[in-house]
Nanobody, 124 residues
Framework: QVQLVESGGGLVQAGGSLKLSCAAS????????MGWFRQAPGKEREFVAG????????YYPDSVKGRFSISRDNSINTVYLEMNSLKPEDTAVYYC?????????????????WGKGTLVTVSS
């Protein structure tokens, strides 16, 4: 079955950086738009970045625009999320997501596959 495996989470001080990776297997990676969501304790899952199948279209919500950067390497079935200027409110479990349709990548109910998540903790 399809697997999306996140890595790169951890503890970082406010103002620091982390780069998350998501390795996909058992799917035709280049056919899927990819995205990242996050969920903080007691809060709903929130979209943070999306990238189209070719990488030519990228979208961020205002909450992370200018600080987060999504990219993908279709040759190794991997999507990345580079996070800079991290804030304590960025603390959450970060989930990798795949959707066949790019316009669905921002919506939790539009996702075809989810990873299990990686925890990012930003200390103040």
């Amino acid at each position: 079955q399809v697997q999306l495996v996140e890595s790169g989470g951890g503890l970082v001080q406010a103002g620091g950086s982390l780069k998350l990776s998501c390795a996909a297997s058992r799917l035709t990676f280049s056919r899927y738009a990819m995205g990242w969501f996050r969920q903080a304790p007691g809060k709903e899952r929130e979209f943070v970045a999306g990238i189209s199948q070719s990488g030519g279209e990228i979208y961020y919500p205002d909450s992370v625009k200018g600080r987060f950067s999504i990219s993908r390497d279709n040759s190794i079935n991997t999507v990345y999320l580079e996070m800079n200027s991290l804030k304590p409110e960025d603390t959450a479990v970060y989930y990798c997501a795949a959707a066949l349709k790019y316009y669905s990548i921002t919506l939790s109910n539009g996702i075809d596959y989810w990873g299990k998540g990686t925890l990012v903790t930003v200390s103040s």
